[in-house]
């Protein structure tokens, strides 16, 4: 695979949009993180009180952990950085021991994630914590998803799904306990399908979202993923019936794999099929890779791999990132957007073993810096760096204040620009930083957890 070149700005971009969400981190008991910064704020008109949510790996304060994982693969940490990633840390560890919130994305699964990565070692408080509050069906939730209902969540954003993924990525003494506990109460909460089985987010949801972050293909890659590493066969199993209720739902035309954005349509004003991490074939497409990983070769007579790659081509042929229509990609973040889809078809580049792959890999890399030059096209920039506005159609005013964060902000945008530099200069044997909901669709040899504090 050749991808040398210059990398087309995107480490400076990359750096431009981490000094503007440096510049946003405030203290108060800790480093915390406004959500959203709006242009013509003054200073005054700034958050001046952390969120409710402040510490979590979707929005919050552990969202910055991956980028900084990301930075110290090419430089040295400054120290304003080790300083911040200091903080983290210290917060995290103290707020873990006391947390009720289990999620990977909201709660004490998110902040192992940090902690792993910033300070290996230190991330055992939270899973300890997540060993403690565990049930047999599973963890409560704080989140409200389903009014007036604690009920444990299956997914990977809120429930248990993530959970599960984040204990084996972690591994450690608490490791199997978290994982079994966690598939066991998926399978008894499983719907039986005339294809095979289905997950809703919680159990009273009556719609679907079949796709990775909320979805059964989300909750079978954590059976598969799990399966594997504890030799369970039953949840191997499991996952593979629910691939077959995934691929029950979906589309294989011309060549692609799609799956609806939400089960039946009506439920949710959005696009019928959306092409992101969060639901579309980017984070399906690790579902196949999953079921690779555990040793499975097919789903209802189709190879895993070709599974895989027919979610790569839906993506490669759907005329993404560019914005087609009001409501077709007006979102460039990690969850909804063009970075996450560009961190997967990285992930799926470097997975190319093989000369035969070698034009499908060069067909990736070539989209993956796609995405990359969107987002030097749509960033906002200023002598305080970069940082990119969203647009939500259905407003009358859509055009949405810059997000700080991880998953839906500058931090992970960055984080993408920064791996898509490293990966131009260095080719396809660029480190991964590997995180609990992908790691495995990279090989192990490119795999580096971290540690900056």
């Known amino acids: 695979m050749v991808v040398s070149g210059a990398d087309d700005g995107y480490r400076e971009l990359g750096e431009a949009a981490w000094s503007w969400v440096l510049a946003q981190v405030r203290e108060d008991e800790g480093p915390w993180l406004p959500e959203t910064v709006p242009e013509s704020a003054s200073e005054d008109g700034r958050d001046t009180a952390p969120p409710k949510d402040r510490d979590g790996l979707y929005s919050g304060i552990a969202g910055l952990a991956p980028i900084l994982a990301e930075i110290t693969r090419y430089r040295e940490l400054t120290e304003r950085e080790r300083s911040l990633a200091s903080g983290i840390v210290t ?40 060993a403690g509050l565990a049930t047999p069906g599973g963890w409560r939730t704080t989140v409200d998803f389903e009014k007036g209902s604690d009920a444990p969540l299956n997914d990977i954003i809120m429930g248990t799904a993530g959970v599960v993924l984040t204990a084996v990525w972690a591994g450690g ?24 089985l289905d997950w809703g987010i919680g159990a ?4 679907r979202a079949p796709n ?22 039953d949840f191997v199993e499991a996952a593979v019936r629910g691939a077959q209720h995934v691929l029950s739902v979906g589309r294989l035309d011309d060549g692609g794999f799609v799956v609806p954005h939400t089960v039946p349509p009506s439920k949710r004003e959005v696009e019928p099929v959306t092409y992101t991490w969060c639901h579309g074939p980017a984070g399906t497409s690790h579902l196949f890779a999953a079921l690779a990983h555990a040793g499975v070769p097919e789903v209802s007579e189709l190879g895993v791999g070709e599974l895989r790659q027919r979610c790569l081509t839906s993506i490669l042929t759907s005329g993404v990132p560019q914005r087609l229509r009001p409501g077709f990609w ?38 993956a810096r796609g995405m990359g030059d969107a987002l030097v096209e749509r960033a906002v920039r200023d002598e ?63 795999r580096v957890t971290g540690g900056t504090a």
């Open 91 to 130: 917060r995290l560890s103290s707020e873990a021991k006391d947390r009720t919130e289990p999620s990977l994305y909201n709660g004490l699964a998110g902040d192992a994630v940090a902690l792993r990565l910033l300070a290996p070692g230190t991330e055992s408080v939270a899973l300890r914590r997540l």
């Open 173 to 196: 003494e608490f490791a199997e306990p978290i994982a079994t506990t966690g598939c066991e109460a998926l399978l008894r909460v499983a719907d039986r399908t005339e294809a095979g």
């Open 212 to 233: 990775y972050s909320h979805g059964t293909a989300g909750v079978a890659s954590a059976l598969a993923v799990a399966g594997a590493a504890l030799g369970r066969e």
């Open 330 to 367: 007006d979102n460039d973040g990690r969850c909804c957007g063009t970075a996450g889809v560009g961190d997967v078809l990285l992930d799926a580049a470097q997975d190319s073993r093989d000369t035969d792959t070698a034009d499908a890999a060069e067909t990736l890399v070539r989209a």
């Open 204 to 207: 009273t949801t009556e719609w």
């Open 384 to 446: 305080a760096g970069a940082r990119w506005r969203f647009v939500e159609y259905r407003q009358e005013h859509p055009l949405l204040p810059p997000g700080t964060a991880w998953m839906q902000g500058a931090a992970g945008i960055a984080a993408y620009l920064l791996r898509l530099a490293r990966f131009i200069e260095t080719g396809a044997g660029a480190e991964v930083v590997d995180r609990p909901d992908q790691w495995w669709a990279v090989p192990e040899r490119l």
